[in-house]
């Protein structure tokens, strides 16, 4: 069910582990199936120089955050929050629809980590766009 992509970010996650010494940290679940993520950013300059993630969680949440990691990497702040669930399942060459709320988790994990640093700045934290759905109440999440 899975793309060879996904397979393979799943078995050979990129950027996985933790940065001790984060610029901003996101740490993110999943209340339905209890996975969690947690993304790590070392940030110069307002680039993202290095970043890091930890996922418990099922195949497509770490084939997602591996994915979501190479696509941040090297980017502005500005062009990281821009990244979207929806382009890290396109990156993947898709995600089964009943698993397309996991990649949520990497965007969600990123956004986190972003305010978490712009907190540590003393910036006020960017809001999530208007509609955003960030729920997982459509009962698609496996245990
Ligand atoms: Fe929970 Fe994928 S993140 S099933």
Known sequence: MYSEKV????????NQGEITDADGVGEVGNPTCGD??????????NIITDVKF????CGA?????S???????????????EVSNKAVAEALEGLPPIKMHCS????EGIHKAINDYRIKQGLPPWEEKA????????GTCET
């Open 67 to 81: 994915m979501a990691t190479e696509l941040i990497k090297g980017k502005t702040l500005e062009e990281a929050w």
């Open 54 to 57: 930890q996922t418990f969680g």
């Open 104 to 107: 949520v988790l990497a965007e």
């Open 7 to 14: 397979m393979d970010h799943f078995m050979n996650p990129r």
């Open 36 to 45: 969690i993520m947690r993304i790590f950013l070392s940030v110069k300059e």
């Open 131 to 138: 509609g955003h759905h960030h729920g997982h109440d459509d």
């Open 61 to 65: 949440a770490v084939a997602s955050s």
